[in-house]
C-alpha cells in the first residue's frame, strides 16, 4: 500500500519568504514522487517528480523538492515566494511502473502568499 | 493542442438522475483516468483504463461506470445521483508518469 501525509493543511508565507511545503511518503517498495499544483477552478498542473534518478529535483516556477528516504520526505520548497505562487499544492505517490500510474494524493496544502 | 477537455464545466442534478461526464484527450495517451476531489480529502480515483476496451476500478468505483472504446473519449456515467456524489471531477491522461488533468466538472445532486 502507498500513502502520502502533507503536514499542514494551510500555509501563509509574506512575498519574497521561504516556502516550505512538507510531505512524507509511506510505501513498501521504492515510490515515485510528485507534486502538483492546482490554481482556482482549473486542474492540477505538474509541478515537478521524482523518479529515482537525481534526488534534488528541480522543476517549473523556481520550485525544488529534496527525496530524503531515510526520512521519507518528499518536501517542497522556493526560495522566494512570489504573489503568483497561491494554490493548493499536492502531493501524490505512485509505485506503479510499465502500467497506469494511479497515483495517490495527499489531502493537499494551500498556500496564501501575503504583502 | 487542447489537452484533456471535459463536459460539462457545471451541472445541477436531482437525486436518482442519470448523467454521463464527458472527457477527450488528443495527446494520443494510452492511459485515462477519473478522480473526484472533495474538500480536505484530496482526489479518489474513481475508474481508470489502460487503453481502449480495457478499465478497471479504482478506490471509489461505487455508483459510477465507465467505458472506453476509443483512445480519445473516457465518458464516466452515473446512473442514480445521490447527494454523496456531489464533488469536482476530473479526468486526466498519461503516458507512463505524468498525468495531465482536465479543468474539471462541478457536480451538484441535490
Known amino acids: 500500500a502507498q500513502s502520502v501525509t502533507q503536514l499542514g493543511s494551510h500555509v501563509s508565507v509574506s512575498e519574497g519568504a521561504l516556502v516550505l511545503l512538507r510531505c512524507n511518503y509511506s510505501?513498501?517498495?521504492?515510490?515515485?514522487l510528485f507534486w502538483y499544483v492546482q490554481y482556482p477552478n482549473q486542474g492540477l498542473q505538474l509541478l515537478l517528480k521524482?523518479?529515482?534518478?537525481?534526488?534534488l529535483v528541480k522543476g517549473i516556477n523556481g520550485f525544488e523538492a529534496e527525496f530524503k528516504k531515510s526520512e521519507t520526505s518528499f518536501h517542497l520548497t522556493k526560495p522566494s515566494a512570489h504573489m503568483s505562487d497561491a494554490a493548493e499544492y499536492f502531493c501524490?505517490?505512485?509505485?506503479?511502473?510499465?502500467?497506469?500510474?494511479?497515483?495517490?494524493f495527499g489531502t493537499g496544502t494551500r498556500l496564501q502568499v501575503t504583502l | 493542442n487542447a489537452g484533456v477537455t471535459q463536459t460539462p464545466k457545471f451541472r445541477i442534478l436531482k437525486i436518482g438522475q442519470s448523467m454521463t461526464l464527458q472527457c477527450t484527450q488528443d495527446?494520443?495517451?494510452?492511459?485515462m483516468y477519473w478522480y473526484r476531489q472533495d474538500p480536505g480529502m484530496g482526489l479518489k480515483l474513481i475508474y481508470y483504463?489502460?487503453?481502449?476496451?480495457?478499465?478497471d476500478k479504482g478506490e471509489v468505483p461505487n455508483g459510477y461506470n465507465v467505458s472506453r472504446s476509443t483512445t480519445e473519449d473516457f465518458p464516466l456515467r452515473l446512473e442514480l445521483a445521490a447527494p454523496s456524489q456531489t464533488s469536482v471531477y476530473f479526468c486526466?491522461?498519461?503516458?507512463?508518469?505524468?498525468?495531465?488533468f482536465g479543468n474539471g466538472t462541478r457536480l451538484t445532486v441535490t
Open positions: 486526466a491522461s498519461s503516458t507512463e508518469f505524468t498525468l495531465h
Open positions: 510505501s513498501s517498495v521504492p515510490p515515485y
Open positions: 521524482y523518479t529515482s534518478a537525481a534526488t
Open positions: 501524490a505517490v505512485t509505485t506503479n511502473t510499465g502500467t497506469a500510474s494511479k497515483l495517490t
Open positions: 495527446m494520443n495517451h494510452n492511459y
Open positions: 483504463s489502460v487503453g481502449a476496451g480495457i478499465t
